[in-house]
């Protein structure tokens, strides 16, 4: 029995064939896993792909020591439950500065904490191939981006060298020093990530369902407590609400919204009637223009 | 004007239920690709308010359209590109109405971007082709719908845009419509549909415009929800390039790949399209369950009666409707890298997921992309597309591109560089490999070895003019032959008053002289002769070709590794001179480029040594 719509079904098998070119062709791929929804549907297509043997790579994540508490919960139980390989690094240089999103700002904690422990766990494990669940209608800078991302030497992303990319013809030669990131939901929506996910019945992490949290509202944005962590400014005082997520990425630089979705049904159906776009939440896209095409040109997913 | 086509899913289509079209958007520089987008995106209601808001903030910026959005700034992406208001990559666009699911290619216009719209439409079930009603159809429109045609898509919609900005927009529309048709009379679309609209203000992209009450078919939008591409690939017969072995137990080995045509059923005997080996499909596994049987797109894995040899790069098929399996094709080519094609040169083909040496043999003819025209060509540059042969060193199974784009689209890659440099389509094999069967000979390489008693062997001296490579070559031989070995020396100049007299020195002659100098060397070693070879060959490739033609420890590379300064100083021809007076053209060194070896066998540094003292030295690593 097969319920997906023939529109989720060409993307599935897509996705499966660019999961199985890396396998084939790379020497040592891994999968970049950051716990999100796109994450969680790219590592159950991985599952699928390799089907019945497991996927041939280990799962990455990148820990900033600043996830919500039941995101590393979900991590954990995804990866027992099908015995995958993780690894998880974080940058030690980071912490020994004593960087946080708090104390440094979302800029460097990104730059320290995202995109160079990157680098570091790639070149560390020697990592010639790296997935991961950026997809092209995400934002504009991402629009262009290949399937298989080239990287010079130093993870550079440079939009002039990139390869034209044909048919599903994938060019997945690289001398050393070089790596490919390669994204096998590029052609995917945000819907499309929901709709499969309901589809499939993959778990979510439950901060993307209404539930209600302390939170506190700064710059406009419903900003969740997850701890102590978060130091309250003069006058603030948390306040329950009832939000969900619609990215997750670091707390505190993700933002809740107001919402009583709290299932996969409310969530596509709140989606459909939305007029915010999924990446407003990020507080690291909006700090200039075309701030994620220097991101990537730095090396950021 | 023709009717919107009947599709079986009409009645029992729920949302989304015709599924996903993939189309391109072309058409030349100012015709209004991007606003055209912006607009569909726009009008679908995909754009969330704060997109807008950073619309209407860009449009004050870099806008061109006075107070409105500017529309076209929602999907010109990069920073360097909605500077300059021009669109250099191809760029991809997700939107959906309440019928269907799209993903839009945007890709730029102008003739230097040939090879940007050939990769949007590589991946597209249709294409948009904009005219400006003002200026009718320019060249650009008769290139793109060209390579449209060249690509393999059978649908096109005609945006007849900016109708808003032409007098009698009636008889403008028709005459380009009847300009179109005519043009594209041979190129093999099976829908040709045009529509006049205004992108920027919205006229026959999503609603009927009440301003054109002259034109009452389908809008834009209209056309590409109901756009019936359930094509045959169904009925092709099955195509199963093997992509990747699954083998997780001794008790489990599995084939798993993407159908790229027709079907295949548990039970069906297949055959392995190199080997000709045949066996059965027991099982369809996917993580869903087994299936009774996958259709052209799924990708699944298969399990096989037999234990048979079978790799990645195996194509599956029917025992009865086979590919054809050839050392030789013929394909057009399109040109996509900065440094010209190379007839002769070793490339990497992507064919399916097979990954082979390939050659350019020769250029049939180039096409003009403007006019269609056929011209002589030695070369193909940047964006230009040529109708070639090719040939690989062992055969492959090819399909011609147009009844079976999985198995007849390739693409080359540079073997140094691993850049994506050409993406070809293959009309036809020329020889079926298995026709050609090599001639056993009884008096073979080995037992010419053993009359000589002493192995065969070519050595390749490789460096600057004026290097020594000769000198010591010469030395070297003298030493063999009083040792009572069988030698022989080829040399550059030599072989260039002969062999090689029609070749000059451009870089693709240079390919060629390597090459016939490195099959020449071949059939000597084979002969049993020690064969030393003077050749300054430049390039790493066409070392690394000739290499290849020979077994391990049979080719020795020698660098005769002498500085630039050196030679100049030398200068034993008078060449460096000449050239550096501007008389001598494409002279390595000075005008052309010479790659060192990275690996080679030895390296000599000449300076401080005699030619003699160099060939001792070598003489000793040889092991004659």
Sequence with gaps: ?301 | MQALPDSPLASDAPKAGRGLLRFLTCGSVDDGKSTLIGRLLYDCGNLPDDQLAALERDSRKHGTTGEDLDLALLVDGLEAEREQGITIDVAYRYFSSPRRAFIVADTPGHEQYTRNMATGASNADAAVLLVDARKGLLVQTRRHAYLCSLLGLRHVVVAVNKIDLVADGESVFQQIEADIRAFTASLGFITLAAVPVSARFGDNISTPSSRLPWYTGPTLLGWLETLDITHDRDHSPLRFPVQYVNRPNVDFRGYAGTVSSGVVRAGDPVVVAGSGRQTVVTRIVTADGDLLEARAGQAVTLTLEDEIDIARGDVLSAPDTRPEVADQFAAHLLWMAEEELLPGRPYLMRLGTATVPVRVTSIRHKVDVNSLEHLAARTLHLNEVGFCNLSTPTPVAVDPYTEFPGTGAFILIDRQTNATVGAGMVSFALRRATNVHRQALTVDRVAREQLNAHPAKAIWFTGLSGSGKSTIANALEQRLHAQGIHTYLLDGDNVRHGLNRDLGFTDADRVENIRRVGEVAKLMTDAGLVVLCSFISPFRAERQMVRELFSAGEFVEVFVDTPIEECIQRDPKGLYARAQAGKLKNFTGIDSPYEAPEHPELRIDTQGRTPEQAADQLLGVLGL
């Design chain 1, 1 to 301: 029995m097969n319920t997906l719509s023939p529109h989720l079904q060409r993307l599935e098998a897509e996705a499966i064939h660019i999961l199985r070119e890396v396998a084939a062709e790379c020497a040592h791929p891994v999968m970049l896993y950051s716990i999100g929804k796109d994450s969680g549907v790219m590592v159950h297509l991985a599952l699928k792909a390799f089907f019945p043997a497991k996927p041939p790579f280990p799962l990455l994540h990148v820990d900033t020591q600043w996830k919500f508490r039941e995101m590393i919960e979900h991590r954990d139980a995804l990866v027992a439950q099908h015995g995958l390989e993780l690894l998880v690094h974080t940058n030690p240089e980071g912490i020994a500065r004593g960087i946080s999103p708090v104390a440094s700002g979302s800029s460097v904690h990104t730059q320290v904490m995202k995109t160079d422990a990157l680098k570091q766990a790639l070149d560390h494990y020697g990592f010639d191939a790296a997935f991961g669940g950026a997809r092209r209608d995400e934002e504009k800078s991402r629009a262009k981006e290949r399937v298989f991302s080239f990287r010079a030497p130093g993870h550079v992303w440079d939009p002039r060298r990139q390869r034209p990319e044909l048919w599903n013809l994938y060019n997945s030669r690289i001398r050393l020093g070089e790596t490919l990131r390669v994204f096998p939901l590029s052609n995917w929506t945000e819907m499309d990530v929901w709709e499969y996910t309901r589809a499939e019945g993959i778990p979510v992490v439950p901060l993307y369902f209404a539930a209600p949290r302390p939170v506190v509202k700064r710059e406009g944005q419903w900003i969740v407590r997850d701890d102590e962590r978060l130091p309250l400014l003069a006058g603030e005082q948390p306040e329950m609400r009832r939000v969900r997520f619609r990215s997750l990425g670091c707390y505190p630089l993700s933002a809740a919204i107001d919402s009583d979705a709290d299932t996969l049904d409310d969530i596509i159906e709140e989606m459909r009637v939305s007029r915010s776009s999924e990446r407003a939440g990020r507080l690291i896209d909006s700090d200039e223009a075309a701030s994620m095409e220097k991101k990537k040109r730095e090396g950021y997913f």
